[in-house]
């Protein structure tokens, strides 16, 4: 799980720290693997991306 807040801050969760990653799975709801949340400053989210994507998609996913 990877959160990426304010777009200045990436948080990366590593689903292998068990206690961790429940804590944040709980708190932002994340039922699947890989997520990224994207936040504005205010914690906020705008935009949020389950699965794995070609690094090309993943950039057009994030211009939307």
């Known amino acids: 799980v990877l959160f990426v807040l304010d777009l200045q801050m990436p948080i990366k969760v590593d689903s292998e720290n068990y206690q961790t990653f429940e804590r944040y799975k709980k708190i932002?709801?994340?039922s699947f693997y890989p997520t990224y949340i994207l936040t504005d400053s205010d914690g906020k989210e705008k935009i949020r991306l389950k699965g794995y994507y070609s690094l090309n998609?993943?950039?057009k996913k994030l211009s939307k």
């Open 28 to 30: 932002h709801n994340v």
């Open 57 to 59: 998609n993943f950039i």
